[in-house]
T-cell receptor
Framework: QQQVKQSPQSLIVQKGGISIINCAYENTAFDYFPWYQQFPGKGPALLIAIRPDVSEKKEGRFTISFNKSAKQFSLHIMDSQPGDSATYFCAARTGQGAQKLVFGQGTRLTINP | NAGVMQNPRHLVRRRGQEARLRCSPMKGHSHVYWYRQLPEEGLKFMVYLQKENIIDESGMPKERFSAEFPKEGPSILRIQQVVRGDSAAYFC???????????FGQGTRLTVV
């Protein structure tokens, strides 16, 4: 019940296309859903995050769509660029105030020029 | 304001040796989290500490692993009698108060030979 399932494992998108990564969870106690971007040899960096009372959040080219009833959320990267090539992780946090995060398995995104 | 500093960045240990990983949180941050990332996997929560206190160690292996965050100095993750399966990237994150977004360090990549 503490798992967050992420798909696909890898994704190749042409420059200018839309990249879509999906996550699903079971634990309804999760109250915060961040997405992290990780480049090789670096630590994860927060990209965008959403709370379950909101169905969509957009920041620049990045959008989170959240479906509370289906317990699913997804990251959309519009106008994907080669610089977006990285590994993306979805995560979830329980409503206990601390940053104890449950991470998905990661999606390796490659944007072809 | 420097980010979360982890050292060493790379650490090679022979089986049976001890590994000590250090994490200096961001200035003003009193909450530290350790995560482990196995190759091709997401990050797994290990332990959450505040100054001089272990708040949640539910993700720590029962044996050989310990963590501390003293009143002065960095947080230390200690792995005794390392085995090959301990080879992974270990990430530290820090946050200023409970519930705030945590910033990740660049990680320590431990290789056990």
């Amino acid at each position: 019940q503490q798992q967050v399932k992420q798909s696909p494992q890898s994704l190749i998108v042409q420059k200018g296309g839309i990249s879509i990564i999906n996550c699903a969870y079971e634990n309804t106690a999760f109250d915060y859903f961040p997405w992290y971007q990780q480049f090789p040899g670096k630590g994860p960096a927060l990209l965008i995050a959403i709370r379950p009372d909101v169905s969509e959040k957009k920041e620049g080219r990045f959008t989170i769509s959240f479906n509370k009833s289906a317990k699913q959320f997804s990251l959309h990267i519009m106008d994907s660029q080669p610089g977006d090539s990285a590994t993306y992780f979805c995560a979830a946090r329980t409503g206990q105030g601390a940053q104890k995060l449950v991470f998905g398995q990661g999606t390796r995104l490659t944007i072809n020029p | 304001n420097a980010g979360v500093m982890q050292n060493p960045r790379h650490l090679v240990r022979r089986r049976g040796q001890e590994a000590r990983l250090r994490c200096s949180p961001m200035k003003g941050h009193s909450h530290v989290y350790w995560y482990r990332q196995l190759p091709e996997e997401g990050l797994k929560f290990m332990v959450y500490l505040q100054k001089e206190n272990i708040i949640d160690e539910s993700g720590m292996p029962k044996e050989r692993f310990s963590a501390e965050f003293p009143k002065e100095g960095p947080s230390i993750l200690r792995i005794q009698q390392v085995v090959r399966g301990d080879s992974a990237a270990y990430f530290c994150a820090s946050s200023p108060i409970q519930g705030e977004y945590a910033f990740f360090g660049q990680g320590t990549r431990l290789t056990v030979v």
